[in-house]
């Protein structure tokens, strides 16, 4: 792509991001964009899915929300860059990997405690009883990770409490596998626990880091 061509984008694309007139989200489907200077851009909410950024300076540059699914990110220059929210499922990462992990990482060191909310289906006597929030302490120490989203896991937890006043919970913690009881003042474990941090949806226990993600995304 021509550098004034991406220019006319960035700026229709801000102009978008203002609701201006004028405005165009930027769509940069499967562009290639490999080297190109983006340093400082704002490309916030931007659709570059499947585009070849291979090489390209994103430093410092905005890419909240941006939909990077199967985007080739590799050997770029990610510092500084904020990806919150932007979707990286089935991009390539290359060299660019520990950047991203370090960017994308919304938990505190391991070495510290962290409550988290899950939300869980309620059991009452045995027999479901709707859906419920449960409050999580995951205790320093105990392995924990979230890849590209807010959605986190973690090895352990403690059950702090069940809203509604439920006697249990359950949830499931990968992808057919079984259900974890949740009981207050109990510790529920994973015992097939995924260390990789890029497997959003491996095993663990699930949780948001606030109730209102927990309640909204699930």
Not at 28 to 53: F, Q
Not at 85 to 109: F, H, T, V, Y
Not at 130 to 143: E, F, N, Q, W, Y
Request: charged share 25%.
């Amino acid at each position: 792509m021509e550098k004034q061509q991406l220019e006319e984008i960035l700026a229709k694309h801000k102009l978008w991001l203002d609701e201006q007139p004028g405005g165009v989200r930027a769509v940069l489907i499967g562009n290639n964009l490999s080297g190109s200077d983006l340093s400082r851009c704002d490309l916030s909410w931007s659709n570059l899915r499947e585009a070849d950024l291979s090489g390209a300076n994103l430093s410092e540059c905005d890419l909240r929300g941006a939909d990077l699914r199967r985007a080739n990110l590799s050997e770029s220059n990610l510092i500084g860059s904020n990806l919150c929210k932007s979707d990286l499922s089935g991009s390539i990462w290359g060299g660019a990997e520990e950047q991203i992990r370090q960017l994308c990482n919304i938990l505190p060191p391991i070495d510290q405690p962290v409550i988290g909310w899950e939300k869980c289906t309620v059991y009452n006597m045995g027999v479901s009883a709707g859906s419920c929030i449960v409050k999580l302490r995951i205790p320093a120490g105990t392995p924990r990770s979230n890849a590209t989203t807010r959605k986190c896991r973690a090895e352990r937890a403690e059950v702090i409490s069940i809203s509604g006043g439920a006697t249990e919970a359950r949830r499931t913690y990968g992808y057919d596998k079984p259900l974890l009881t949740y009981r207050v003042g109990e510790t529920v474990v994973c015992e097939e626990w995924d260390p990789d941090w890029k497997n959003e949806c491996g095993n663990g226990i699930y949780f948001f880091l606030t109730r209102e993600e927990a309640e909204r995304l699930w």
